[in-house]
């Protein structure tokens, strides 16, 4: 596939570099379906959902086959997470097992069997955002990465990128009160909950940050403008997967 140029970017030891068409491709990833797997990253208020939101409902125009799955949304463990927090019983290790389970019941059920049947699957969140956010509560990382081997590997993880005041304050001004844990008050980091969620997101945006080489993350800027983030989104995604692939299938024409 072409690599086009494209305005995003990736990163080396130097820094963030442009994608052009001298870049060397990235290698996709070794799996045995047909599917392919984009995934947006990135801490909250950092505008990932919106859009992944306008590329799903874009793609959507175009009639491809794809399938949207969210961090956290398994029926399965849900309850069972709603009460734990209800209750404060979380432990880090305990927490980050739910969100295992979670993520292994939507991975069974929905994501590996959607991939083998040749659909486009969009993910708000991963198996990164376990990685981030449950190192940044003092779990192993070496133990993280050994619980989720069975994930398969994105053919594109976008981590969109804003500095750590800009997405505290995009979720602050929207939001009256936030949660327990969403705040790390777990941690206790400060008895401010305000003050505990912008150095617990402190925690997580440095974590992603460290990600960014060794898997492959495609940097995106997340102070840009809306539509102008969408455009390098879709251009990227465009290089990046044949797309035809995943078209509706031409009616078969019928003799005359």
């Not at 794809?66 to 961090?71: G, R």
């Not at 376990?130 to 050994?146: E, K, P, T, Y």
């Not at 304050?169 to 790390?184: D, F, T, V």
């Amino acid at each position: 596939m072409a690599n086009e140029s494209v305005t995003a970017t990736e990163s080396t030891a130097a820094g963030p570099i442009e994608l052009t068409s001298a870049t060397p491709p990235v290698l996709e990833p070794a799996r045995g379906y047909p599917g392919a797997l984009i995934v947006v990253e990135g801490i909250d208020g950092s505008g990932k959902s919106t859009q992944l939101y306008l590329l799903k409902r874009w793609l959507e125009i175009g009639g491809y086959r794809l399938h949207f799955t969210e961090w956290n949304s398994s029926p399965l463990v849900k309850s069972a997470t709603r009460r734990g927090k209800q209750r404060r019983l979380l432990t880090p290790t305990t927490f980050s097992l739910l969100h295992a389970a979670d993520f292994a019941d939507r991975c069974e059920r929905q994501i590996l069997p959607l991939l083998h049947s040749g659909y486009l699957v969009l993910a708000d969140r991963y198996i990164y955002t376990a990685f981030a956010r449950d190192v940044a509560r003092n779990c192993s990382q070496r133990w993280l990465r050994n619980l989720y081997r069975f994930a398969p590997v994105p053919d594109i993880t976008f981590y969109f990128r804003a500095p750590l005041d800009v997405a505290v304050n995009r979720i602050m001004s929207g939001r009256p009160k936030l949660k327990y844990y969403e705040a790390g008050m777990d941690l206790n980091l400060s008895l401010d909950r305000a003050e505990s969620f912008r150095i617990f997101q402190g925690r997580i945006l440095a974590q992603y940050d460290e990600m960014i080489e060794s898997d492959k993350f495609v940097v995106m800027d997340g102070t840009l403008p809306v539509n102008k983030l969408q455009m390098q989104m879709r251009h990227f995604v465009k290089s990046r997967i044949e797309l035809s692939r995943f078209a509706p299938k031409k009616a078969a024409r019928r003799p005359r």
